[in-house]
């Protein structure tokens, strides 16, 4: 039996468990056997390899809304437990979301349009890179982490925030622009879409985003010791693939009253806001990040390719 195999005879009804709990009547994952055995055990081989006791192996996960990154990420995180022993914590850059009120703030000073989170400058950098340097220091202290409810569009009371009680061996950091990279001048003057010809017209939205991309959030970014990339083939699979999410927290949602739950339109305004960046990943992330999943039109991962062994 290879080690493969036997790794996945150890982790399977874990992980089947979990995917079942992600799925609905009518979303059932197909081929969950093979994604496993096939690639995310060998990716988990790959961190494995990298992790060390003397301090946190940081990695990065990224692909567009929808694709599955978080699914992918707990999958990960229980194998690097279960089989590897490693003290592994998983955390999505859609916790560090600002507050409504912040945003509320923030769109009033800067553009309209930064009320809708996603966008690089929406998410509270500070709490990111503090708890990076907190996790690295020799005498670690438990900490507290924010919790974000997209159903309600705002950041959990603090006494559902998640708890760090031991210093972790592996941290996989997931997020849709998680390693992007800023544009040139003449790449952001151009509008992509109706959202950018209409709603920014001077392109002041664009310049703040990109702004933060080349400051704050290239800052936050060189914390990573590695990258994968999840690759969908086009936008418009993204987009549909958003549309089911969000149907999916809907029918998740327990508490049905309040919910800031999208429509078809307005899933693709939504998306239109993410448009410019994740189209630019399409091209840049090949380049430069340690492992590239490739997801077909069906959802499910095709193929995988090493840059960095």
Known sequence: MSSFDECFQKIKTDCFKFISSQETKTEKFKNKGRMIRSFLIPICFWISKKASKKKPLI????????????TITSIITIILKKYFK??????????????????????KNKHPLLMTRGVP???DINIMLNFFRKIKVKKFKSLKLPKFNKAVDERCKQNLWYKIKSKPDVVIFEGWCVGAKSQNFRQLRKPINSLERIQDQTFKWRQYVNYQLETKYKKLFNQLDGLLYLRAKNFSLLRRWRLKQEKKLWLK??????????????????????????????KDMPKYSSIIMNLNSSHQIKNIRYRYK
């Open 86 to 107: 490693l003290n592994a914590f998983k955390i999505s850059i859609d916790d560090f979301y600002k507050t409504r009120k912040q945003r509320i703030l923030l769109s």
């Open 253 to 282: 949602s327990k508490n049905k009253k309040n919910l800031k739950i999208m429509n078809k339109d307005q899933v693709k305004n939504f998306m239109d806001t993410y448009q410019r960046i994740t189209q630019q990943m399409f």
């Open 59 to 70: 990695i990065g996960l990224a692909g567009g809304q929808g694709i599955g990154k978080t």
């Open 121 to 123: 400058g929406t998410h």
